[in-house]
């Protein structure tokens, strides 16, 4: 029992539909009905607005960092990254919003700052340039996914960290496999591009 608690708080805390509660809290919106209808960051900024998008990109993130970093906080030998990927398995299937959830991009970036935060920057980074060429937010998110891959494939060879090779591949994946409808619309060039950038 002491040893599923922990692992049960990861799963819980990346559960929390920040971009339901949000947008239910202060904008008497269900995200659910609007737009994509998915529960994450971009469906909130397309329906809810900036401010809106914003607190649940930060929220998003902190669920994954806020998971990683339990063990600092509670005494286990579980590995910090079983953690994140739990909290992005209860960001994508949350149980507090009958199992749909988001694509995972934000709460993965958390997992980064709370495990290797440098690569939190670079992530970002990558994110920002694909998304100035781009002007779609799904296909930076996959841009991302596969950049993050063949970095991470380089990285465990000179560190031999094949652990965090592993969930790198598994969330990437994760990342890719929830873009498929947007992949779908790419090639159907019907994705919708954002105008702020």
Known sequence: ?????????????????????????????????QGSGNLGATNTFRTLGKKAGIAVTILDILKGTAATLIPLFI????????FGVLAVIGHIFPVFAKFKGGKAVATS???????????FIMAVAVFLIALKITKMVSLSSIILAVVFII????????????????????????????????????RAGTEPKISWM
Not at 6 to 29: E, M, N
Not at 75 to 82: E, N, R
Not at 153 to 182: C, E, P, Q
């Open 1 to 33: 029992m002491t040893i599923l608690l922990p692992l049960l708080l990861a799963y819980l805390l990346g559960s929390i539909p920040s971009a339901l509660w949000v947008g239910k809290l202060f904008y008497k919106t269900d995200i659910r009905t």
């Open 75 to 82: 005494a286990t030998d579980i590995h910090p990254l079983v």
């Open 109 to 119: 970036g958390g997992i980064l700052i709370g495990y290797q935060w440098p690569l």
């Open 151 to 186: 970095y991470i494939t380089i990285y465990a060879i000179f560190s031999a960290d094949y652990l965090f090779m592993s969930v790198i591949y598994l969330l990437a994946l994760f990342i890719i496999f929830r873009h498929r409808a947007n992949i779908a619309r790419i």
